[in-house]
């Protein structure tokens, strides 16, 4: 069958595409796909999107993987072949949504540190993934400043963005048209990103905090403050709260009008 016209593909629906996903696609296999539903695929590895699948991944738009027991990892796109097809291109996709993967440890299984750029991303939902770790490498989170709404729940996540070795400075990230967060019943989460960080959503309207017993909401102290004494790490929590004072203060304003919806 040719895939070439499909727009929407459901995988579970075409079980002879088990030995195209981990072989070798010819090219323009899915030159039109925009939207790939994974759902109950039991021909899955460890992994979705291997670096033989990046002429898929990069014209898609919205993804879907539900109820798949075998996935650690929805990418794992490092290694000289990935580099040699995309040579920094960024996908197009805008909409990632991910329930119900119980071994699922990790998105992106490495950082792709720029390799390949996610900087379209506006919407992201994941629930129902216990054994993951945090949500998003280093470099990616830097990245999606697109993002528009971000949802976790049900999940073992101890961090949203996962630790990058490589930085000892305060770290800023930045999503300037995020609207809407949603973190409920993480029980494990501490923090945003360990380490001294900012969180900077200047169009911030709803934020719902359920079921996070470890993680605050806001932290009295400015960062300046923390900054000043960062040559001791003593001095600098590992686990901040989501926000400081001079990152929210456009946020608190708003969050005080009488049209904001803030449950914590």
Known sequence: MAFGSFKHLKLSEY???????????????????????????????????????????INLEELDVEDCNSL??????KGEFAEEIVERNS?????????????????????????IRFQNINDVSVKECESLISLFPFSVARDIMQLQSLKVSNCGIQEIVAKD??????????????????????????????????????SLKTIKLFGCPRIDLFK??????????????????KYQPLFGIEEVWVALNIILAPNIHVQI
Do not use: M
């Open 15 to 57: 079980p002879e595409l088990k030995d195209l996903w981990y072989g070798q696609l010819e090219q323009n296999t899915f030159k039109s796909l925009k939207y790939l539903v994974v759902n109950k695929c039991d021909f899955l590895s460890d992994v979705l999107f291997q670096p033989n699948l990046l002429e898929v991944l």
């Open 72 to 77: 650690e990892a929805v990418f794992d796109l």
């Open 91 to 115: 996908t197009q996709l805008k909409k990632l949504k991910l329930s119900n993967l119980p071994k699922l440890k990790h998105v992106w299984k490495e950082d792709p540190h720029y390799t």
């Open 165 to 202: 070795e490589g930085t000892c400075e305060i770290v800023k990230f930045v999503f300037p048209h995020l609207t809407s967060i949603t973190l409920e019943d993480l029980p494990k989460l501490k923090t945003f990103f360990v380490g001294a960080h900012s969180l900077q959503c200047k």
């Open 220 to 237: 009295e102290e400015p960062l300046r403050q923390q900054e000043s004494s960062r040559n001791d790490e003593l001095n600098i929590s």
